[in-house]
């Protein structure tokens, strides 16, 4: 870690700008963010659902880049989360990503929000095989620590540190 | 005003500093961290200070919220943490305080072979183990399980593996908790989970896992070496490795249970990610089944590990594992929450020991040891980098009376994975590593760049500490020769 950027009692966070997937289908709008261990994500979306989108998409950027065409089948799920305010449906969403993809072996790269409430959302995800897929880096879940979801000139900004 | 007194640390002697309980309101107790002026300055660097305090916020906490020289910046708690709760006091017992990679640890076998009898085979060695012990993220291996059976494995842990045939009863002997924890159930492990760690047993996983082969090149207690039959120039092999998909889901369902214990049980804490309950409420008690089976899945799957390691020496040498003496030296989990009985101001106690990235050190005597190593005290792997040294250090009655009979567990990280990526050329990172005489095979290069030697505190640095403070002692130091990263 660079040791002016990151400081104690909370001093202010500074950004790289990650590298965009170039299979992406749609606009990314993520940074990544120093932490000594984990990963760091600062994710942006005019609205909450593509916020939520975007969140989703970054912890599959972030880990994996497509590279070979080894199965060409798509898998399309529905994914429904409820939850008890906005910071546990945001994790809660993460991480049954994250989970899905890590027990059906595939990558998603494109997600669609049908309806996003403060407490319940429905998505359908859309994904293909782990093998298409050079993976970096296992994210074993998203966490509290530091978690920070808020409105920024309309804006919606999320901030999420990834277990790696 | 110096960085320290910024940081609210207190120095009470050369190797143990304080962060007093006024520092934040709804600490109930101190914290301490173990670690000389050299180290405080990385410590220093990110938020883990931070992360003690509010571990201090954790009902029934006992003495202290500790942390081990190797500590960093993690989630919830610090990697390198140490928190024991009372559990007749109300005591809690928190997920983060283990960590997604339950059981996340560490075991060391010997070998009869000696260097310069096999510096010829390091390559062939190295070649063998990456081809055969499946690595890399997501990886699965040849070891397919039906459910049934991979609910027995969650009950038997290692021995599930000795009774299929890859391994001994010694090496159980020579394992943490004779490897596997009573009290796992399998019904408190979600469908979710089986599927996630399905077909991952003997698999090295990714990250900072690996398997190394290593030379011994420093003894520093020889009685204690002759004891554990180690010399200078004997061959070593380390396997660091954990619960796989397995640990990580039974971690993420109880993290969302466990936040709404908060409100159920009126706990406070500063991170939501120290979601816990106490240790005697169905969600704690749920939790601990669960967390127990997740911990006898990794050591199942470290005795597998072991099994194919021991399968490959015997094919690239042409002799059994038994002529070339691997033997399991011990195997140590540093991912785990532990029920252990401590005298607490003149009253033995029960009490919930969460170690996060720290290892179990029990000194000579203590019942918990096999018969082996009643006398000589538990024996504590610690793996540093890939490019530098790991140790073996045996506990301390010390440590029992400190740290609730805990030690560090690594090297402890440095910089972050992108700083690592910015700053380092994999093509240099491995000439380096050759002209140390390592060879490395690992499943990516971004691995390679994230997992660098200079991206880690000095493990030399890191044992100075624990040893001189007396919570671990030295026994002899490893280099490594051949690495297989995942």
Known sequence: MSRSMVRLHHGPLNFCKAKICSQSHQVQNYEVFEHTADIGLRIKGKDLKELFQNAGLAVFQVSSRRQYVKNKAHTDIIIKQKAENLDELFINWLNELLSI??????????IKIRSLQDKALEALATGSSVENYRVNTEIKAATYHQLKIEQINGAWVAEVILDV | MSEVQECHLEKIDDYRWRIPKSYKGGMRVPGIIYADEKLLKDIRQDKAVEQVANVAFLPGIVNASLAMPDIHWGYGFCIGGVAATDIENGGVISPAGVGYDINCGVRMLKTSLFYNEIKDKIKDLTYALFNDVPSGVGSKGDIRVGVKEEKEILVKGAAWAVAKGYGTQDDLECTEEFGAMQG????????????????????????????????????????LCDTFGLNLGQVTIMIHSGSRGLGYQVCDDYVRSMVHCLQKYNISVPDRQLGCAPVNSPE??????????????????????????RGVFERVLNKSWQKMGMELIYDVAHNIAKIEKYNIDG????????????????????????????????????????????????????????????TCHGAGRLKSRTAASRSINVGVLLKDLESKGIMVKASGRDTLVEEAPQVYKDVNEVVNVVHNAGISKRVCRMRPLGVIKG
């Open chain 1, 101 to 110: 993809s890590a027990a059906k072996g595939i990558i998603f790269h494109n």
């Open chain 2, 184 to 223: 796992a159930d399998p019904q408190a492990v979600s469908e979710r989970a089986y599927e996630r760690g399905k077909a991952q047993s003997g698999t090295l996983g990714s990250g900072n896992h690996f398997l190394e082969i290593q030379v011994i090149d420093q003894l520093y207690d020889s009685e």
């Open chain 2, 284 to 309: 704690g008690k749920e939790y601990l089944a669960a967390m127990k089976c997740a911990a006898n899945y990794a050591w199942a799957n470290r005795q597998c590990l072991m099994h194919l390691t």
């Open chain 2, 347 to 406: 009253k033995e106690k029960s009490l919930c020991v969460h170690r996060k990235g720290a290892t179990r050190a029990f000194g000579p005597g203590n019942p918990a040891l096999p018969a082996r190593y009643k006398k000589t005290g538990q024996p504590v792997i610690i793996p540093g980098d890939m490019g530098r040294n790991s140790y073996l250090l045996v506990g301390t009655k010390k440590a029992e009376e400190e740290t609730f009979g805990s």
